[in-house]
């Protein structure tokens, strides 16, 4: 049986990853009653962590000006910003929590490479001290990004990132996975051609699985939680106190 604490961090890395969730998917895989998890999510978005919507909820990002310093999204997003200093150049993986982390740059000011529609509509509706660079090509909805292949040589050359950051949604000790693949094939390409590759990996990515999977360069580092699965022996790793949830299953089994 998962405690309160432990079911609500579960909830938010899921809503992380889907940006979504319907109630009675988490009921049936956490072993809890329609209730239970209607109580959670009031608590929830009582605490700005989540929208409410018919079925389910949806995953909102910290509000700005808010203590936002309890939330573990904003955690992992503050521990990859201390590795970055005004004037670098950064890869934006195409994932919501991007958004968390450049707000955690703060006065930093950076130019910001997406190839993400979301993601520049979002960097683009908040005044920021940053460059931003759209690096275009036509869009593939399936996996929501832009994609060409002068886009990709450009990070290699015009646009080489000093670092990438990349928000897989399955990381094991060797590889990171993404669920298509050109996303993999972007990710891929941006690590391999920044100087440093932050990956801000929320617990439930901990040797979940994705398809397209590429090697973890060496300049990796890991930021997660404390709660790492045994025999995950990658050398590098960054983590910051959040809960312990061992327990927690590490697997994609929802129906969404």
């Not at 450049?102 to 509706?125: D, I, M």
């Not at 996996?143 to 040589?153: G, K, Q, Y």
């Amino acid at each position: 049986m998962y405690v309160a604490q432990e079911r609500r961090a579960y909830i938010l890395r899921i809503l992380q990853q889907r940006g979504s969730i319907r109630s009675s998917a988490l009921a049936r895989e956490l072993g809890v009653t329609d209730e239970t998890i209607r109580t959670d999510l009031v608590d929830m978005q009582a605490q700005g962590l989540l929208q409410r919507v018919h079925g389910g909820a949806r995953y909102i990002l910290p509000t700005p000006g808010s203590d936002s310093s309890t939330r573990p999204d904003c955690q992992l997003a503050a521990l990859a910003a201390q590795h970055i200093e005004a004037g670098m150049t950064i890869y934006l993986d195409s994932d919501p929590l991007a958004l968390v982390f450049v707000a955690q740059l703060g006065e930093k000011p950076c130019t910001l490479l997406t190839n993400s529609p979301e993601l520049l509509t979002s960097l683009c509706a908040n005044t920021l001290p940053h460059r931003v660079v759209c690096l275009g090509g036509e869009l593939h909805k399936e996996c929501s990004i832009l994609n060409s292949d002068t886009a990709r040589e450009s990070l290699c050359g015009e646009y080489r990132p000093d670092a990438a950051l990349l928000i897989p949604p399955a990381l094991r000790s060797e590889v990171a996975a993404y669920r298509h693949p050109l996303r993999t094939t972007w990710a891929r390409t941006a690590a391999e051609a920044a100087g440093k590759t932050l990956l801000m990996v929320p617990s439930l990515a901990l040797q979940a699985h994705a398809p397209h999977a590429f090697p973890l360069p060496e300049a990796s580092t890991i930021i997660t939680e404390n709660n790492l699965p045994t025999g995950f022996n990658h050398p590098n790793l960054e983590l910051i106190p959040y809960i312990s949830a061992e327990d927690l299953l590490q697997n994609s089994g929802f129906d969404y």
